[in-house]
């Protein structure tokens, strides 16, 4: 159930979009979902109803259907948004169509509205600057689809009242998330900034000839994914014996690359206007069965591991063992 | 079935050795198991036959446990490694042990037989130094436990005859693994190698205030572990779109950590001697009874991600997608 923030508002009805409003009409809360563009009303109307529908396949909704679509208003009219709590702008990645949509939101919602973006691509930074009251305005990134995964980042400009972004993260938590507070806005959030350390070395390992990309990637999934539902990064470390890290890491680190150079694989990608399996020109080899197969294989475990991985938060909730030592 | 290599010698039963065993049990092969200890014999059998029996009860097993026990010597006289094809050495990770062991199996074995050792401790180049024919002497390292997961290093030392490793990275299909080569011997090898680069990324931005401890594991957890199962590394880029990886490559990657150091708060930990659930000293608050539901609950979701991996896995493999573009 939600807590302080009861009606919320979500602007663009994209694909990111709808699954945002179906997470929040799960968790209980009021919707106004918005697009801002008329001719968009009916085909967006068409795109939630059938999130919801997912959601509810997945076995993910524990009211009936009515008691969603009572909690929901679709919309072109941005006076609807005038009883927000939060309102989450999901519109294209296009710096001068957000700031006409934020001047749109903070016309007409009350002063403790808080104002957030969904946005991958434009710094938080950059975005504030086209409010009035700054501080209410942060990042809240969601993961795909966004009622069926936990992950979402809430980040912090330069401006934003971090109050306002630690009550957005204990909200979170009544929406079934396990949100991750950042108190700055950096390029690539936490877990692209994590990953790209993780291709910049791998493709080092891969261009120095020590093994081959599909041996690499093959190396990487099966010993990660062994564990990291459970566990995450550092509880693995606690698991497997923090001392041996401590000697390792000053052997390790310096050998990491430091490189900033674009690897050879990537440039001939751009060269020909790679574009993974959505043209079927990628690092691996697609063809059209086989990309659809990837896309259908991404939808069905994404549902078995959202289930799978509640039965071990479960079980360590009660232990509290996200609590960190002071 | 085995292919090339029907006799395994496996040398060392503790608990890795033990699971080594069932691995090449399951897969049809005929087992020395020989403990260099003589007073460990016991215990070492009593381990064996445990591990088989787990692997039974995960529903692994094809056939009825006498087929496999009739496959299996467990002893402490090396003569009888002499028929093997292959031997893979699991003890402990002490130097001058390792170095006795390889004298002994080099001692009675037929001059074709590969030898190996599961070390992730020692480079393979310095443990090949011990060897009268160093080509046949290569790394192969296993995850825990053998027989349910699908990660397999095979390493090659600078003077490993490469062909052998390639048939052993073939072979290692018939052991239902998912094989990677590495043609050059790295420290840390390759998953470490890149998790590496993640704890010194990760680390950096904690202590830069950017993210606590917690929220930057919750987040890598959640977001990775929804598709690293069904994707790798490599084809998630081909999945999200390359194009987009490019440009941002040139960005990202000079933001990344180049540090050296080891983290202050993992100096602590070594000066309070932490050694994360094993004294309950970790980067977690642990109790003994998270730090046994953590232990439990790898362990079952060892079974479940191991085998919900597999129905992925299979369909992908009609395709071949992991065949790479040349």
Redesign the interface.
């Known amino acids: 159930m939600p807590g302080k923030l009861k009606n919320i508002g979500v602007v663009g009805l994209g694909l990111m979009g709808s699954s945002i409003i179906v997470s929040f009409l799960k968790a209980g809360c009021r919707v106004i979902a918005l697009t801002p563009l008329s001719e968009e009303l009916e085909i967006g109307k068409k795109r939630v109803l059938e999130q919801l529908n997912l959601c509810k396949e997945m076995g993910l909704l524990s009211e009936n259907e009515d008691y969603y679509t009572n909690n929901l208003i679709i919309c072109d009219d941005y006076n609807f948004l005038k009883d927000c709590d939060l309102v989450n702008e999901c519109v294209i990645e296009i710096e001068e169509i957000k700031k006409d949509v934020y001047h749109k939101i903070e016309n007409v919602v009350h002063p403790k509205c808080i104002i957030s973006t969904n946005t991958s691509a434009i710094p938080i930074n950059i975005l504030q600057q086209y409010f009035i009251k700054p501080d209410r305005f942060m990042g809240i990134h969601w993961?795909e689809p966004a009622y069926s995964?936990?992950?979402l980042?809430i980040t912090c400009g330069i401006k934003t009242n971090v109050e306002l972004a630690e009550l957005v993260q204990k909200e979170a938590i009544n929406w079934e998330k396990?949100?991750?507070?950042?108190?700055?806005d950096?390029?690539?959030f936490?877990?692209?900034?994590?990953?790209?350390?993780?291709?910049?070395?791998?493709f080092e390992?891969i261009n120095?000839?020590?093994?081959?990309?599909?041996?690499?990637?093959?190396?990487?999934?099966?010993?990660?994914?062994?564990?990291?539902?459970?566990?995450?990064?550092?509880?693995r470390?606690?698991?497997?014996?923090?001392?041996k890290?401590?000697s390792?890491?000053?052997?390790?680190?310096?050998?990491?690359?430091?490189?900033?150079?674009?690897?050879p694989q990537?440039?001939r990608?751009?060269e020909i206007?790679?574009?993974?399996?959505?043209n079927l020109?990628?690092?691996?080899?697609?063809?059209s069965?086989?990309a659809e197969?990837?896309?259908?294989?991404?939808s069905?475990?994404?549902e078995?591991?959202?289930k799978?991985?509640d039965l071990?938060r479960i079980?360590?909730k009660?232990?509290?063992?996200?609590?960190?030592?002071k």
């Not at 396990?178 to 700055?184: A, C, G, Q, R, S």
């Not at 390792?248 to 690897?263: D, K």
């Open positions: 993961a995964t936990r992950f980042e396990e949100p991750t507070l950042l108190y700055k950096i390029r690539g936490i877990t692209n900034r994590l990953m790209y350390a993780v291709y910049r070395q791998g390992l120095k000839g020590i093994v081959d990309l599909a041996g690499l990637d093959k190396c990487f999934q099966y010993d990660i994914g062994q564990w990291i539902t459970v566990m995450g990064l550092f509880k470390m606690d698991y497997e014996g923090l001392d890290y401590v390792s890491y000053s052997v390790i680190f310096p050998l990491l690359s430091i490189s900033n150079e674009v690897p990537m440039k990608i751009l206007n790679g574009r993974g399996i959505h020109k990628g690092l691996y080899n697609h063809s069965e086989s197969i990837l896309e259908d294989n991404l069905t475990f994404n078995e591991i959202y799978l991985a071990y079980k360590l009660q232990f509290k063992l996200s609590e960190i030592k």
